[in-house]
C-alpha cells in the first residue's frame, strides 16, 4: 500500500477527503491550530476511527502568525515552516502528497502549495491539491459556493475517489455529527446542506508547479474581502494575491514561478 501525506493548513479541511482518508489510512500534517485549540480538538474527533491518531502531527503554528508573515513579506518565516514540514516528508517517506488546494479563498489557504514545492525541494515526489471551498460568480452574489471540486478550467488535471455506499454513509455521518461544528458555523449550513448531493465523488488536481492564479469561475475573494476590511478599520493593512501572495510563493518557489494561464 503506497504511504500518503496530506499536508492542511487548518484542522477541519480534511473534510473535503474523508472517504479518501478512511480509504488510504494516510499520515496527517496540520500547519496552523486554525484559531485555536478548540478546532484541533474537533479535528481529533472528526478523525478518530479514520486513522491512527499517532499519524496525525500538529504543529500548531497560530494562524495569527502565518497572516503576520504574508503581511511583512517575511520570507524566513516560511521558509522555516518549509524547514518543518521537509522533517515530516523524510520521516514518512511518502508516495504521494496532498495538499490543501490554492482557491483564492483565503490567503493561508494557498500557502500550503508554496511550502510543500520548498519542501520538496526538487523532488519528484507527486502532489495533489485537495479542493475545500469552490466559488463561482452569481448575479448579485460574489460568494456562491460549491463544496469540494475543481474549477471547470482545471478540471482536465483533475482525478477522483468515487466513494463506496459504506465510505459514503460514514463521511456523510461524520460530518453532520457535532465535531466540525465550528467549521458549518463560518462557511455557513447551506455548506452540510449541499454535502449529500456533492460528498461520493472526492476530486483533486494534479498540483501546480507554476505560479496559481485565477482562472475564469475563479473569485479572489481574500483580495476583495481584505479590501473592505481595510476601508472599515478592522485591519491596517490587507493581504492581496499581487502584493504579499506572489512575491512569497516566488521566494519559497524560485524556480518554479512562471505565471500560469487565466
Same mark, same amino acid.
Given at each position: 500500500?503506497?504511504t500518503?501525506?496530506m ?8 473534510i473535503?477527503?474523508?472517504g ?6 494516510p499520515?496527517?500534517l ?5 484559531g485555536?485549540?478548540k478546532r484541533?480538538q ?16 500538529f ?6 502568525s ?13 521558509? /522555516?515552516?518549509a ?14 502528497? #496532498? ?5 483564492? #479563498?483565503?490567503p ?8 510543500? /514545492? ?5 523532488s ?7 479542493p ?12 456562491a459556493?460549491?463544496?469540494?471540486r ?11 475517489v468515487e466513494?463506496?455506499?459504506e ?6 455521518a461524520?460530518?453532520?455529527s ?12 447551506h455548506?452540510?446542506?449541499?454535502i449529500?448531493?456533492?460528498? /461520493? ?5 494534479k498540483? /501546480?508547479r507554476s ?13 476583495r ?7 472599515a478599520?478592522a485591519?491596517q493593512e490587507a493581504?492581496?494575491y499581487?502584493?504579499? #501572495?506572489?512575491?512569497?510563493f516566488?521566494?519559497?518557489c524560485?524556480g518554479?514561478?512562471?505565471e500560469?494561464?487565466?
Amino acid at each position: 500500500m503506497n504511504t500518503i501525506l496530506m499536508i492542511f493548513s487548518h484542522p477541519n479541511h480534511e473534510i473535503a477527503a474523508l472517504g479518501s482518508i478512511r480509504r488510504w489510512q494516510p499520515h496527517m500534517l496540520f500547519l496552523t491550530d486554525g484559531g485555536g485549540e478548540k478546532r484541533v480538538q474537533q479535528t481529533k474527533l472528526g478523525l478518530a476511527g479514520y486513522v491512527n491518531a499517532k499519524n496525525t502531527t500538529f504543529l500548531n503554528h497560530t494562524e495569527e502568525s502565518l497572516y503576520n508573515a504574508l503581511i511583512e513579506k517575511d520570507a524566513g518565516f516560511y521558509q /522555516r515552516l518549509a524547514a518543518q514540514v521537509a522533517e515530516t516528508i523524510a520521516r514518512v517517506k511518502p508516495q504521494a502528497i #496532498y495538499c490543501d488546494a490554492v482557491e483564492f #479563498y483565503n490567503p493561508v489557504h494557498d500557502m500550503a502549495l508554496p511550502v510543500v /514545492r520548498a519542501a520538496l525541494n526538487g523532488s519528484d515526489i507527486p502532489v495533489y491539491e485537495v479542493p475545500l471551498i469552490y466559488q463561482k460568480p452569481a448575479p448579485g452574489d460574489e460568494e456562491a459556493f460549491e463544496v469540494q471540486r475543481v474549477a471547470a478550467p482545471l478540471e482536465k488535471d483533475a482525478v477522483w475517489v468515487e466513494l463506496s455506499e459504506e465510505e459514503l454513509a460514514q463521511k456523510i455521518a461524520t460530518l453532520k455529527s457535532n465535531n466540525y461544528q465550528m467549521l458549518f458555523d463560518q462557511l455557513g449550513a447551506h455548506i452540510l446542506g449541499a454535502i449529500p448531493s456533492h460528498a /461520493r465523488r472526492e476530486q483533486f488536481l494534479k498540483a /501546480r508547479r507554476s505560479l496559481p492564479a485565477p482562472v475564469p469561475g475563479q473569485v479572489l475573494r481574500y483580495d476583495r474581502r481584505g479590501r473592505e476590511q481595510k476601508a472599515a478599520g478592522a485591519v491596517q493593512e490587507a493581504i492581496g494575491y499581487q502584493q504579499h #501572495y506572489v512575491p512569497m510563493f516566488h521566494a519559497l518557489c524560485p524556480g518554479n514561478t512562471a505565471e500560469a494561464a487565466a
